[in-house]
């Protein structure tokens, strides 16, 4: 049996310039755009300690950002907590704490009516449409957020090529997600 993230692999090995992720009537990104948010999302966690197992809440609206977002954690092999964009703000929280995730990724509008006291393990929220911190209680991981990108392009000069991706393959008996 093929690890569905080998799949993936491989997708973008050979599509790499086709479209992969849109939203209707909006934003649209290639196999190449999810592989360079994939990887600046492991250099992101690299530089802030988040590893293999660690617990990251999504709550936002479905979005190509949300699935991008959603493959950036997962790839990395850090566990996806995906709750609904329409649940109450204190279950949001109540279901963050209670899965220790250490990251949110949101909206504005719903980090708005969180309270992050609520969740005493999240190191930081990140808003999933426009890429910025919304709060952070750990200076070290907002710094290393809005400098992703330039470590990035640091790491590929010439640009991100289809044979730098590589995933795991070898975490079949690893949780992946807490649903």
């Known amino acids: ?21 849109c939203d209707y009537g909006g934003e649209s990104f290639t196999y190449g755009n999810l592989a360079s948010h994939v990887e600046q999302m492991r250099l992101f966690f690299a530089a802030t300690g988040i590893k293999k ?9 479905n979005s190509a950002r949300w699935a991008m977002t959603f493959w950036g954690i997962n790839a990395n092999e850090c566990v996806v907590v995906p709750l609904l964009a329409d649940f109450h703000p204190d279950s949001v929280a109540k279901l963050t704490n209670h899965s220790d995730s250490v990251l949110l990724f949101t909206n504005d509008d719903i980090w708005k009516k969180m ?17 910025v911190v919304l709060w952070h209680r750990d200076e070290a991981v907002a710094q290393a957020w809005e400098k992703r990108e330039e470590i990035f392009n640091e790491k590929y000069p010439g640009g991100m090529m289809p044979g730098d991706v590589t995933y ?12």
């Open 115 to 131: 309270n992050p006291d609520d969740m005493p393990n999240l190191r930081a929220a990140i808003d999933v449409k426009d890429n």
């Open 1 to 21: 049996m093929k690890h569905y993230l080998k799949t993936l692999e491989n997708t973008i090995h050979n599509h790499w310039n086709l479209k992969a992720l």
């Open 53 to 61: 197992g660690d617990k990251i809440a999504i709550c936002a609206r």
């Open 168 to 179: 795991p393959g070898d975490n079949f008996y690893d949780l992946a997600i807490i649903n």
